[in-house]
């Protein structure tokens, strides 16, 4: 079912009124028990948000992946919403240098054990495997990998949901402190100027990439510093 005026106001009238509700105390619950894990405050000291998706970003991304172009088979109503559009809620846990992602990995994976969490997709994004070696995480065997250009960000996406409550769920995204930072100059100066049917500025496109390439090169360096630094400690037994 495409996307028409009519059924775009029921989707966002669901979503403000029915599911807002729901998600949000979720989504707080999750930020809170990631953060405040006792390794996690300890050792990792992760800035952690969450947030709802507001109803006008909601309504843009329903016309660019629903509108008269798209390419979707499933259908969409106001109780398939939460299937079609994943990060309703969200929660964002940025750490200093991407070793400190398996840690967090692991305390998402042991609510997810525990039978706590349910976990219902996990999305993997970083670049073109034929340039970048494959790189392996904790839950990684079940991710869903999305290989982009050299360039853009990375990231690490996780949809997770309450155990009795299959309807309720948000996305947890895992990143680097500059991992972070490309994201949301990448958000904010190509996706969101795209997503508005406009073309980003010939210079932004031009420059935005070699930057992430640079940065996100430091960022691997500045993970190794770290690795180095924790073996060290771990040989001289402090």
Request: with cysteine.
């Amino acid at each position: 079912m495409l996307l028409d005026e009519k059924l775009e106001q029921e989707l966002l009238d669901h979503y403000e009124n029915r599911l807002q509700p729901e998600l949000a105390p979720f989504a707080r619950n999750v930020a809170d028990t990631l953060r405040n894990d006792s390794t996690v405050a300890r050792e990792v000291k992760p800035l952690i948000v969450w947030r709802m998706k507001s109803p006008d970003s909601l309504r843009r991304k329903l016309r660019d992946e629903f509108g008269e172009d798209s390419e979707h088979d499933t259908p969409l109503t106001p109780e398939t919403l939460i299937e079609n559009i994943q990060d309703l809620a969200g929660v964002r846990v940025i750490v200093h240098d991407r070793t400190n992602i398996d840690k967090m990995l692991d305390v998402l994976g042991e609510q997810v054990r525990q039978g706590r969490w349910r976990p219902f997709k996990m999305k993997v994004i970083d670049w073109d495997k034929d340039i970048r070696d494959q790189r392996e995480y904790p839950l990684d065997s079940w991710a869903e990998r999305e290989w982009v250009k050299r360039g853009t960000y990375r990231s690490r996406h996780i949809t997770i949901g309450d155990s009795q409550f299959g309807s309720i769920r948000c996305e947890v995204q895992f990143r680097s402190v500059i991992e972070e930072a490309m994201f949301e100059a990448h958000h904010r100066l190509i996706y969101r100027v795209t997503q508005l049917g406009e073309e980003p500025a010939p210079k932004v496109e031009e420059m935005l990439g070699p930057m992430t390439e640079m940065f996100s090169s430091l960022d691997d360096i500045v993970s190794d510093c770290y690795r180095w630094d924790r073996e060290r400690t771990s040989e001289d037994g402090t």
